[in-house]
């Protein structure tokens, strides 16, 4: 059985009330908060930054899981450290050295994590899944909250658990993209340890109720 543990995405929060959404979060029995970074290049959308993610640090009592869907990643490993991330994810699709910039991650003393795109293979992990902390599979296109869960995730997930038990069984599987109660039930069962949720989370009438519960599924 997998590891159940839940990161409400803030992506999905009220900006407005920001730091009563955090304040909900520490209440909760979350285990960390995701941060998603957009540039508009990368990915068709703008999210927030660095000054966003240090104010978020201020107020939170879970970790930061801050996921960089953004080009040149390297540039910006010191700053999100600096900002307050303790797990900062990097995308396989933007970082042509990739293991220059996992143990440039790890050297500033967080958490190094990979993203997978969902037409990006398992197999490419091949050669530095011994060297991370966590990989993230994306089950939806990145970009916008909200998408249909692509249904070829959980297969991805069970080629992504064996690679892990063979080569780095520490190695954390996370899971982002229309993230529920059904499909988060079905993706632990698959082999995933970490679910990502946003707008299934923060629209319910409870979200304290709602997070809790992915931890009992």
């Not at 994590?113 to 089950?139: E, F, G, Q, Y």
């Amino acid at each position: 059985m997998s590891t159940q543990l839940v990161a409400p995405s803030i992506l999905a929060a009220d900006f407005s009330k920001l730091g009563r959404d955090i304040e909900m979060i520490n209440s909760s029995n979350a285990d960390y908060i995701h941060c998603d970074i957009m540039d508009g290049v990368f990915v068709p959308n703008i999210s927030f930054g660095i000054p966003v993610v240090e104010k978020v640090a201020e107020v939170a009592k879970k970790p930061l899981d801050v996921h960089l869907m953004i080009t040149n990643p390297d540039h910006f490993i010191v700053p999100f450290r600096k900002a307050g991330a303790s797990i900062l994810t990097v995308h396989y699709e933007t970082c042509p050295h990739l293991h220059r910039t996992v143990s440039s991650i790890k050297n500033e003393g967080m958490k190094a994590s990979v993203c997978l795109n969902p037409h990006t293979p398992v197999h490419l992990l091949d050669d530095i899944i011994h060297d991370l902390d966590m990989v993230l599979i994306m089950s939806v296109n990145p970009g916008f909250g909200g998408q249909t869960f692509i249904k070829n995730t959980y297969q991805k997930i069970r080629e992504l658990k064996e690679l892990i038990m063979v080569k780095n069984p520490k190695c954390l599987i996370e899971v982002d993209g229309g993230v529920n109660f059904e499909t988060g039930r079905n993706l632990y069962e698959a082999g995933a340890d970490v679910l990502v949720s946003g707008s299934f989370i923060f629209k319910t009438d409870d979200p304290i109720t709602t997070i809790n519960k992915f931890k009992t599924l």
